[in-house]
């Protein structure tokens, strides 16, 4: 089991904790929500700091960033450029294999990180920094559970070992991280849970039925969108 946390870390974060000799990854997904905590942790010290919430929210969106290693980044790019392109399936499936970055995929990342930044100075307690990175964790939990993979590579391999009890376990980790942020600020927090489940259907579905299934890139592309979908929605409610 904590071979299982240390693969979650070592993959979700920069921490230099090195991969287990392991084939059964999968298994890591149990954890991706505590991974998430941990990251928002960070965050949280960061928003603690006595300075502008303007500069909180850029060392924030910087921290995010080198925490995560810009995984989920790489995966939202290159799933902007392939998933919205108006090309037959195929073809969308070599875009996002190419190295390149496109159009989409340089509109998207500037237009998501100019969203965090906006975003986070909208939030007024330290402890609601917790919640993006817990929500979009979950969020490719919940996509590996339900939607099928079109890929052999990351994405397929990380889902090696990978079973229901993983899927509820995860849950239980999120409902115990939105507990308690909830006993901190107030009930209003719940409004990512709802929020979380209709994206991951959404671009799920989108997924499916434009590139034939999940990979890593849409995984990380999910991640990325819940997490700013999160932070403007705990904006409105405790703002």
Known sequence: MLNDLRVAISFLTILPLGMPNTTQVGRSFAWYPLVGVMIGGGLMAIAMLPISEQTRAWLGVVAWVILTGGLHLDGFGDTCDGLFASVPLERRREIMKDPRTGTWAVVGLIL???GKLVGLQALRSPWLWVLPPLMGRWAMVLAVQFFPSNSTG??????TGF???HTVFATVCMVAGLGVVTALTGPAVWVVLPLTLGLTLGIGR???RR???LNGDVYGFLCEVVELVAVYALGSVNG
């Open 112 to 114: 998501l990180l100019l």
């Open 206 to 208: 989108m997924a499916q």
């Open 154 to 159: 990351l994405g397929a391999y990380f889902r």
């Open 163 to 165: 079973l229901p009890r």
């Open 211 to 213: 590139l034939g299934g």
